[in-house]
């Protein structure tokens, strides 16, 4: 039985061009190690963050496959999962596929343009380490369609949304799962219509850190590249980085709040 309940982020894996290149980066970036899980699945490399699973990288299987980090949402039923998915409005992209031992996933696009995963645990339960430097912390579906997006989390896992901002000028949703109204596990964040074309519809992956202004020099160092720079935030300071091969994410320093909501 898996011990993430039904939606809640449980996984997160980057698809790199160059695998080894990945290792460097974000083993310096996070203190990584790292354990290839051979030949038979690709060399899907589980990365370990005090000797716990954090995430995962992988070689990507086609090269016009999106550089990318991608979320995955637990599910006790992944068949059951993609069925929901095409009645809310989705598309499955692959699967329900059977990963071995560990368990079972599919991919799949939301009304919005966003790309994400379920995961069906098997011998693979998800994050073992999360909350802490180096670790997963939280994840954004950033979306310039939240009126189609909304309705279809809700339908797909029953998601609850808290509103934060005024919804006009800064429109926020924190989800929550069915069941569990305490339980914060993600947002929704709506784009502003004058961003650029070239910022898509796609989840975003947070990652704490000690320090965020020391983890984007260490990014520059490595050959990434810094998008927003160092902000603080009622949440924390953050700031949106690309790694050396140009997957996005962020990283945040939780400890360090300032500010209040705004338009809130």
């Not at 980090?69 to 599910?75: G, I």
């Not at 070239?198 to 990014?219: G, K, L, N, W």
Request: glycine share 14%; proline share 6%.
């Amino acid at each position: 039985m898996s011990v993430f309940n039904e939606g809640v982020p449980c996984w997160a894996d980057a698809a790199l061009p160059d695998l080894a290149a990945g290792r460097r980066f974000y083993g310096e970036l996070f203190g990584w190690t790292f354990d290839d899980q051979g030949e038979e699945f690709g060399h899907y490399t589980l990365a370990l963050r005090d000797g716990k699973s954090a995430a995962a990288l992988m070689s990507k299987p086609d090269p016009a496959m999106p550089t990318a980090w991608a979320l995955y949402l637990a599910s006790t039923d992944a068949t059951g999962a993609a069925a929901r998915i095409g009645a809310a409005g989705g598309q499955v992209v692959f699967g329900p596929d059977k990963a071995g031992e560990a368990g079972v996933m599919l991919g799949a696009v939301d009304p919005g343009g966003s790309l994400f995963g379920v995961w069906q645990a098997g011998e693979h339960q998800g994050f073992e380490i999360a909350d802490q430097p180096g670790a997963f912390c939280w994840a954004e579906n950033h979306t310039r369609d939240a009126a189609a997006v909304d309705p279809f989390y809700e339908a797909l896992f029953g998601y609850r949304a808290e509103q934060i901002g005024d919804g006009l000028h800064f429109d926020y949703k924190v989800w929550s799962p069915a069941g569990d109204p305490e339980l914060q596990i993600g947002g929704r964040l709506r784009l502003d219509g004058g961003l650029p074309d070239e910022q898509p519809s796609a989840f975003r992956i947070y990652f704490a850190v000690d320090d965020c202004d020391a983890a984007v020099a260490t990014v520059r160092e490595l050959g990434g590249r810094v998008t927003e720079e160092p902000a603080d935030s009622p949440f924390g300071r953050l700031a949106t980085v690309t790694d050396d091969q140009g997957a996005v994410f962020k990283v945040i320093d939780p400890q360090r709040k300032e500010g209040s909501i705004e338009g809130s």
